[in-house]
């Protein structure tokens, strides 16, 4: 009963600090209001049971992801009027797959309730979900898991080659000239008379 009700209180402020994330005015709190709801995710997943991947989802996305977003809202001049603009042309879509998304929630709740649902199994002592978690990812789901990392990797690469550009007016070193060079050609010794000799 007790997480049960943990649960919902997680979940409430899961869905109010992702309210909070797109009505905020201001990027970087809407940043850590998203911060919020990533703690909050990791907490229900520490209710079920899964450590490893609360552990990872706050090491991630917290710690790395948060922080570069955090990086580039400070650091960039962002327009805000214009970031805004689209907000009502975009929200008969965005309510409608937000209503879809509490439909099934509440389908989920209803089959819990009224016992359609099968009730969770016990688990035996000594279980490792983290060992679980690699066994699966690594024998069932192989292809898949090999497949996801090449599409991140492809991701990567692109979005270099899309956001590298050459500069016309940057000086760069070319190692094969630098290699040629010899001490004739860049030192020249000039004899001058000295003080003595006037």
Request: hydrophobic letters at 55%; aromatic letters at 12%.
């Amino acid at each position: 009963m007790f997480e049960a009700l943990l649960f919902y209180v997680f979940g409430f402020v899961i869905l109010a600090s992702a309210l909070c994330v797109i009505t905020a005015r201001n990027p970087v709190y809407a940043a850590l209001y998203l911060v919020l709801a990533f703690f909050t995710s990791s907490a229900i997943w520490l209710l079920l049971h899964a450590e490893f991947l609360a552990i990872t989802l706050v090491l991630v996305y917290v710690g790395a992801v948060m922080v570069l977003f955090l990086f580039v809202v400070m650091m960039l001049d962002i327009n805000l009027e214009r970031l805004r603009e689209g907000f009502w042309q975009y929200l008969p879509l965005g309510a409608t797959v937000g209503f879809l998304m509490a439909a099934e929630m509440a389908a989920m709740l209803y089959g819990r309730w009224s016992g359609l649902a099968t009730p969770p199994r016990a688990l035996p002592p000594g279980y490792s979900n983290t060992k679980e978690l690699g066994r699966l990812l690594y024998t069932d789901y192989v292809y898949a898991f090999e497949l996801a990392a090449v599409v991140l990797l492809v991701a990567i690469i692109a979005a270099i080659a899309l956001t590298l550009r050459r500069r016309k007016d940057s000086r760069s070193q070319d190692p094969s000239q630098q290699v040629k060079a010899r001490r004739a050609d860049r030192v020249r010794l000039v004899s001058m008379p000295s003080e003595n000799d006037r």
